[in-house]
């Protein structure tokens, strides 16, 4: 399969999945890669801890915008990475036609990545550190 467009999904679409998405977007420039929210706080920066962790990182993502998730994107996209289990199955329940291309950001290590909406600024490092190292797996498969 030729991946060209790439979503990454998690809840809100402020904490996890921007930072997969500006991961992904510096490890694969030449690839379309967005986020969105199964429930996003529409209109909203990426959370400050997160871009505090990202910063940590020297890659800003302040331009971030979070969005809601539709049909649509999830049909522009060649390859859908969700955060856990249950939004890979919330979202090939509710679209069908997504099934084969939803997986786990943490699929090649077995991982869910843990919501660090709300919690402190090392929960959020750590979130941080575990969405690179998932990133990074998927480098030679992509």
Excluded at 5 to 31: D, W
Excluded at 46 to 62: P, T, V
Aim: aromatic share 8%; hydrophobic share 40%; charged share 20%.
């Amino acid at each position: 399969m030729n991946i060209e467009n790439i979503l990454v999904v998690c809840v809100g679409n402020i904490c996890r999945s921007p930072m997969a998405e500006y991961f992904l977007k510096a490890q694969h420039p030449t690839l379309n890669i967005s986020s969105a929210g199964i429930a996003a706080l529409v209109g909203n920066p990426a959370d400050a801890k997160a871009i505090h962790c990202m910063d940590q990182m020297n890659i800003d993502m302040r331009s971030h915008v979070a969005r809601q998730l539709n049909a649509e994107l999830i049909k522009q996209n060649d390859l859908i990475l969700v955060m856990s289990h249950n939004q890979q199955k919330h979202i090939e329940q509710t679209w069908p036609f997504a099934k084969g291309k939803v997986f786990r950001l943490g699929h090649w290590q077995g991982q869910n990545v843990p919501d660090p909406y709300q919690h402190d600024q090392a929960f959020f490092d750590q979130t941080c550190r575990n969405t690179q190292s998932y990133v990074q797996d998927w480098r030679t498969r992509l």
